[in-house]
């Protein structure tokens, strides 16, 4: 009994005893504090900071109560509006070179925006409120496909952020989405040459007529000011097209936006083994 008591006493003092070893754990706590910050600060892309941080109203809660009910009274979510314009634009955020695989894995922040003219108030009848907030699921939505996707069953595998509607009928929503896409690679041949990986987008049964398509601020680039640069390449250009095709069938056009980017890789990163 004596013993274990007197084993158990030293350990305690052992460790009371340590400062060093309490400046040990405090490291790692220090180390953490940083870490959270960094990836708070790469989670909160300074555009998107930019486009929500109007100077929006939203009234009260009754005055938005009161609004929804309204606004969605004879709404038909299932029901398109007519002669939808949508500015369509990705915002790059993480990319990675699957080069056996002829694919390119990305993170990426989408952004749509487009009128529905139902979707429209006045904001003095609502407190002044000229911009609510509301699950995505309650509004009609493009259906945006990647065509050159990799992995058509999980084609855009995208967090279902909320969509923002203003007073205007202007609807902005920026899904966050991981996804495949096919680029034609010649790595195994060039290691070090340039590479075009692209990323094409359209509607999946709308024509042109009836979905036009084009540039999120007319900007035919990628977004690349929030990327996380770990993939070993380094972006040599990065621009974007709109093409706009006729079928023998058919006399309306067919739309889409490619973004590209020719990469090239860093001399070296190829070594280092990432995700
Ligand atoms: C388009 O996007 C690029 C890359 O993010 C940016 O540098 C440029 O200023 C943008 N141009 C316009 C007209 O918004
Ligand atoms: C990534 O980092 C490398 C090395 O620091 C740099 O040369 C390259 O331009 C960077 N690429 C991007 C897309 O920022
Ligand atoms: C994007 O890449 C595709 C395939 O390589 C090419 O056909 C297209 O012309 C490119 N567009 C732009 C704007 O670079």
Redesign the pocket.
Known sequence: MNKIFILCAVIIAVIYAAPDSSLDLADPVSTLAETVTTSAQLALPTTERREYETSDEQGTVDDRTKLVATLFKDYDKKINPDDVKLMFGVSLIDFHILEDKDEMESSVWLRYSWQDPRLKWNADEYGGATLIRLESDMVWKPDIALFNSADPVNMMNCWNANILIYSTGKILWVPPCKMLSWCHLTLHREPYGEQVCGLKFGSWTFDGDKLDLDFYKGNKTMD?SD?I?T?G???LSNKAEQTTKFYPCCKEPYRDLMFNITIKR?PGEELIKKW
Do not use: A
């Open positions: 690349v990327l640069n993939s390449f380094e972006i860093i």
